[in-house]
């Protein structure tokens, strides 16, 4: 089976990224870093990460003027660890157009709406178009919104938050699906991801919590 889940590391503690990453390395095709944990190890901390031979999403959701977001995207390039970087669609075309412009070897990812927001479909459709007009070769969005993003394109990268156990704790999200939903609905699909967190690294060992996931969707036909 492809990889496809990032593992969401949505904390501050170091030592703690680093166990979950070695935890998930054999299961997950890579990792998703916030300001949270970024600001605290900077480039020296994303090279170790980067070390455990997953791709690196760097998540940290850029909105400003189109010049600063635009040198902003430059310096992240410089890193050389970063594979995905993320930025807002709602800063507008400019804004996306010129933080295309600065990427050269970084895949950017367009944020439609975070799935902890209630949104219609309609919504993240026209944000997603934002996107596609403006160069950027990737989104976010809730799987919910999945078949009709695809629709948009079939070169587009897509990544999907918010995947949550029909029966666990939806946390503070809104727009969800289940891991075999999500797997169901696009098992023929090369080009999407989706991003897990806390149903992973909250309780137990992160290793067997991913590896449960996983296993949820056994019944799936290849």
Known sequence: MRKNIFVALDFSNFDKALDVANSVKDYAAGL????ELFSII???????????GLDIFLDLKLLDVPNTVKKTVASIETLKTVKYLTVHTSGGYDMLKSANEAAKVLELLGVTILTS??????????????????????????AQEYESVRSLSKDLKIFCPGIRDVKGNKHDQKRTKSYSEFCDMSKNDSKVYCVIGRPIYESGDAGQNIKKIIQSTQSISP
Not at 42 to 52: A, P, R, T
Not at 120 to 141: F, H, M, P
Request: charged fraction near 20%; hydrophobic fraction near 35%.
């Open 32 to 35: 998703k870093i916030t300001n």
């Open 42 to 52: 900077g480039k020296d901390g994303l090279k170790k990460l980067s070390s455990f």
């Open 117 to 142: 927001q209630s949104a219609s479909k309609e919504q993240v459709l026209t944000l997603v178009n934002l996107a596609i007009k403006s160069g950027i070769k990737g989104v976010i969005s809730s």
